[in-house]
Every structure is written in C-alpha cells, then in structure tokens.
C-alpha cells in the first residue's frame, strides 16, 4: 500500500499547501480519500483525473470534500462516455456539492455509495471499516486493509479546539 499526501491543512488551504486529502494506491487501484481545499493540482500532477478508481469522503465540510467537484467536471466533461466513479461517503454528506452544478452537467460523472457511519465495504482490493466520530455533520472515520497492511484515517476526529499552520505548534 503507497500514500501519498497531497494536502494536510485544516479548514483552508495555504499558499503552500492544500486542504486533507491522500491517494492511497495498492495493487494498481487508486483511491482517493477526501479531496479537500485545493487537493486537484496536486493529484493532477500525478495521473490523469481518468486514472482515479473511487473516491471515500469522510464528511461534507468543504476541506474534506471541495475539490471533488473539479475532479467529477474534469473526468466527465472532455468524455462523456466515461465510466462513472464510485464515490462513498455517509448518506447526505455530499448533497450540497453536488447540487452546485447545473442540472445534469456531473450525473454520470460518479455513482454515489452512501453508508452510515459503523458500515464495513468493499473499494477495489480494500477492505473499509467505519465508525462515527463527534462532528457538527455525519463524520467516519475509516479503517482500510488489504494485502496484510491497514491504514486508519480520522479525518475530522472532533470539534476543532487548536489550530496551526504547519509546521508550527499548534495553539489551544
């Protein structure tokens, strides 16, 4: 299993760094997990927006979730006939995002997967356990295995009490 981080910031993007988001790629499948705040530039740097396999998206707040309405817009756009990307996400986190659009433009882009928080599925050759965290919204945390290697990823674990830029020390 390989991560690569392409953001780390919280609640907004710097000049030098994007909101949370990782694509994490085992056995040639390519997940993407939440695609926060400025995240798309960065994975576009690597591969192409075709070569994204699903997305997971731990909760609806923008520095979770924003970029991935560029990312729908630049895979189905230039190909309408573009297999749709599995995107998974707790029921109605993402209903905001995407209701922006005009009617119909992103459609097919993705098929939503929506779960509720203490769910367990399957994603290409990942196995994702989930488990609600304290948020202002539905908020999963996530457990993903596959091949003997297990990443966990919180997301937004809580309220936010501290904040930082890194690589300072946080304030609380």
Known sequence: MRVVVLGGLGAWPSAEQACA???VEHQGFRLLIDPGYATLQPLLTRLPASAVDAVFVSHGHPDHCADLQ?????????????PALPVYTPSGGL???LAIDESGLIDTAYRLHAFTPGDSFGVGPFTVRT??????VPNAGARFSAG??????TGTPGRAR???RWPATPTC
């Open 95 to 97: 209903d905001p995002l």
């Open 148 to 153: 003997g290697t297990v990443l966990a990823y």
């Open 131 to 136: 488990w609600s965290l304290p948020h202002w």
């Open 70 to 82: 560029p990312l729908l817009r630049a895979r189905v756009l230039p190909d309408r006939s573009a």
């Open 162 to 164: 501290c904040w930082w």
């Open 21 to 23: 988001g990782f694509l």
